[in-house]
Structures are given as structure tokens and as C-alpha cells.
């Protein structure tokens, strides 16, 4: 069984939204750190945001104050809300999930995260 499987994704203009969803097929996979990630063509992964087993969550600044992380343990799912949404933003997204409870280890970094979903692709037109 694929343990995260991302949804949500589609095209939007510039200056839209959209929400992710990453539902896990337990909760063990999003009860410790999780993670979004992102890759746009020809480029390398690129972290987005991270969230502690205590909501205590750190942002890369190219995505502060327009995305927000948050989990809904009863759902199981784990959620990047999008807003106001600039052509660099469009991506292949990922999340990624790991055991450990904090994420202070490794936060940026692709190789510490265990469980990844397949991705699901976010297009932005200007």
C-alpha cells in the first residue's frame, strides 16, 4: 500500500490558490516531521516547508507568508494551502514524511525524509 498519496494540484493564474492534500494510508506515516517539497523542470528538489509532531513549522522564504502547512490527524492528511500563487511557483509537489518527531535534523534535505508520495503537478500562467 503507497503510504502518501498527494492530490490537488491543477493550473491557476497568477495570483490564485490551491490546497494539496497528502492523505496517508496511516497515521504513522504524518504523526512526525513532514514535509513539502517541490520540483520544477530541469531544476533539483527544493524544500518548501516543514512541520514538527508539534505544528512548530519553518517556511522557506521564497514561499513565507503565501503557503501553510497543516496536518489533520483525525483525516490523516497532510495539507499545503496556496495563495496568491507567482508563475515560479509551478512544480511538480511532494510530500515527505519521516519518523522522528522534530524536524531540526536534515530540514531542508531531501535524503532525510522516508516517505514520499508520487507528486502532483501545480501550474501557474502569468
Known amino acids: 500500500q503507497v503510504p502518501l498519496v498527494e492530490s490537488g494540484g491543477g493550473s491557476v493564474q497568477a495570483g490564485g490558490s490551491l490546497r494539496l492534500s497528502c492523505r496517508a494510508s496511516?497515521?504513522?506515516?504524518?504523526?512526525?516531521?513532514v514535509a513539502w517539497f517541490r520540483q520544477g523542470p530541469g531544476k533539483e528538489r527544493e524544500w518548501v516547508v516543514s512541520?514538527?509532531?508539534?505544528?512548530?513549522?519553518t517556511y522557506a522564504d521564497s514561499v513565507k507568508g503565501r503557503f501553510t502547512i497543516y496536518r489533520d490527524s483525525a483525516e490523516n492528511t497532510l495539507y499545503l494551502q496556496m495563495k496568491n500563487l507567482k508563475p515560479e511557483d509551478s512544480a511538480m509537489y511532494y510530500c515527505?514524511?519521516?519518523?522522528?518527531?522534530?524536524?531540526?535534523?536534515?530540514?531542508?534535505?531531501?535524503?532525510?525524509?522516508?516517505?514520499w508520495g508520487q507528486g502532483t503537478q501545480v501550474t501557474v500562467s502569468s
Open positions: 512541520s514538527d509532531s508539534n505544528d512548530r513549522t
Open positions: 496511516a497515521s504513522t506515516y504524518i504523526r512526525g516531521c
Open positions: 515527505a514524511t519521516r519518523p522522528l518527531r522534530d524536524c531540526l535534523s536534515g530540514l531542508g534535505q531531501a535524503s532525510s525524509y522516508v516517505f
